[in-house]
């Protein structure tokens, strides 16, 4: 089943299809190459909407959760992928511990996520198991899931060098907490073990502006090799700091910020003889927003807006000045059976494995489909299907489509692999 698109499959997104099948060599060398002088994150997804006249992705998460959404067909490539990056960072790699988020007893799609986790690496030749560092967790606790499956949390012991459990002494840490709440004591000073991703790739650290910076320098080279404006998968952005919504001078910065990207955007639809009116979506700058998200196509009661926004949120609080990332909104022109369908792709070191749309029945074509009540479909891969069909007509095949979102989604795999070593402190400690 492929989503498709409300607008007619032609120009610049079908153009760009063929230009990247025509120069599939060229893209799978630049990515080689690539990885000879940079190293991927241990695994990721990036979430990317597809405009009808522009691709790009607006989300790249280093802690990828919705692992169970993928299909049979596609575990074989996640277990294989798997076992390239375990060997590459550790071959004599025996014991893996996952550590998943805390305050999870509840969510049974969670918990799902880490049992498919815990079953590709054991497909992968490791002895798998779940370490848990929230308080909460004080013994060993088993979770039945809907499906039969059980998902066992044990609480995990930190001596003084090293972090495993009762009986059990990992040589891999693999984290999937994205330390929004900050990094805990008992994950610092751990040099024996390897801990995947770093501790450095949490929001405690990370920020989305210099993710997107480093995203638009990849973009440019990628563009240029490509021959193609890098607009085409890249969301302007720009940063709006100290912001906040307690008074109008303290909603300036945003406020600039909103303006500048928008006059921007308008040039672009200007150059493309787009229609459509541009839009920004605005978010906190450090990934823990609280689920304050604005979509705005102007500045008109900004305040009043955000004010609104934050007082949804389930983390609301009194306004306090923060960075904000404006992003240049694009539109989600993919339906499936009139919901927004937007691709998410999967990729864990530097391979594609699968994918899926997130789907949402209530959400206009710019806000998205990320919002509570969003069910998941498969991409369509097949045995049959997985590699691209060069010689179909542009718009017309589904893994030309997916080819295309799987070089995209790799694009802001690389720009989160210059994001790491550029936050990475034992580098900037060489510098």
């Known amino acids: 089943m492929v989503p498709h698109l409300i607008t007619a499959l032609t120009g610049p997104i079908n153009e760009l299809e063929q230009r990247m099948l025509d120069a599939m060599s060229a893209i799978e060398r630049w990515f ?59 071959p004599e790699a025996r014991n893996l511990l996952i550590v998943p ?100 790739a949490g929001w405690t650290v990370r920020r989305r502006s210099r993710h997107f910076q480093s995203y638009e320098e990849v973009a440019k080279r990628f563009g240029k090799m490509l021959g193609i404006d890098h607009w085409l998968i890249h969301p302007i952005c720009a940063l709006a700091q100290g912001a906040h919504s307690g008074s109008a001078a303290g909603l300036e910065p945003l406020r600039v910020a909103v303006d500048t990207v928008l006059a921007k955007v308008r040039r672009k639809y200007k150059e493309y003889g787009i229609a459509e009116k541009p839009f920004v979506v605005v978010r906190a700058d450090n990934g823990d927003d609280g689920d304050v998200v604005l979509t705005l196509r102007d500045t008109h009661d900004l305040q009043a807006q955000l004010r609104e926004a934050e007082a949804r949120a389930p983390k609301a609080a009194a306004p306090a000045a923060q960075d904000w990332l404006v992003q240049e909104g694009v539109l989600t022109q ?63 095949s589904a893994p030309n489509r997916f080819y295309m979102y799987g070089v995209v989604a790799r694009v802001a795999m690389l720009a989160a692999s210059y994001e790491l070593e550029a936050t990475d402190p034992e580098m900037r400690e060489l510098v």
């Open 101 to 200: 988020e805390n305050h999870v007893q509840g969510s049974s799609s969670y918990l799902a996520d880490v049992a498919q986790l815990q079953r590709i690496f054991n497909l992968a030749g490791l002895n798998v198991r779940v370490g848990s560092i929230d308080p909460e967790i004080r013994k060993s606790t088993p979770f039945t899931l809907p499906d039969g499956q059980t998902v066992v949390l044990e609480p995990v012991v930190r001596t003084r060098r090293r972090l495993g459990l009762k009986n059990f002494d990992p040589c891999t840490i693999l984290l999937n907490n994205d330390l929004a709440a900050g990094a805990p004591g008992i994950l610092e000073e751990i040099y024996e073990q390897y801990l995947l991703p770093p501790v450095h």
């Open 334 to 396: 993919e339906r499936l059976h009139d919901a927004v369908a937007e691709p998410v792709v999967y990729m864990m070191d530097r391979y594609v494995v699968g994918g899926v749309y997130r789907v949402h029945a209530a959400s206009a074509s710019g806000g998205g489909a990320r919002a509570p009540g969003s069910s998941y479909v498969p991409l369509a891969f097949e045995h049959s299907t997985h590699l691209p069909q060069p010689g179909v007509r542009p718009g017309a």
């Open 32 to 90: 080689r190459l690539e990885w000879m002088e940079h190293t991927p994150p241990f695994y990721s997804s990036v979430d990317l909407r597809n405009a009808g006249f522009k691709l790009a992705p607006v989300e790249t998460d280093l802690f990828p959760q919705g692992w169970h959404n993928l299909t049979p067909e596609m575990l074989p490539l996640a277990v294989q992928a798997a076992m390239a990056a375990i060997e590459k960072i550790c």
